[in-house]
């Protein structure tokens, strides 16, 4: 079978489309729960981190969210200003940064629980398909991850 450029060049036949269409889709669902809380949707994912885990170093915070430290150390730097997080040095290393929550941190779960829960019921999948579609993402990253490494 010949590869035909034309046919693959086509955006109805890219798997990247409807990946970062879907990605966008879905984000912009958390806006109007994380807008009154003052939070982005990037804020908050490092909070479901910091909620989970209470301390983390900005490394570990950097792999699990998959982001790079230029993304995160401004966003970091707000969530400091603004009172919800504490970044300190690791006493065992110069190098490492520590972000930990502090009490404003930790009280704006309670304001945020309703959140998952919301989202879930603005998105139209029966929950089989959302279980496979996460499966799916998660063995696509996994995969593309081994193969950056």
Sequence with gaps: MDYNYQ??????????FPLYAAARSVTNLYTPYLKPLGLTYTQYIVFLVLWEKKTVTVGELCDTLMLDNGTLTPLLKKMQTAGYIDRRRSE??????????????KDLQFLAKDIPLNVGNCIELTPEKAQTLYELLYE???KQNKREE
């Design 7 to 16: 046919e693959a060049m086509k955006l109805s036949n890219q798997l990247c």
């Design 92 to 105: 065992n290393d110069d190098r490492v940064v520590v972000i930990s929550l502090t009490e404003s941190g």
């Design 140 to 142: 696509l990253l996994d």
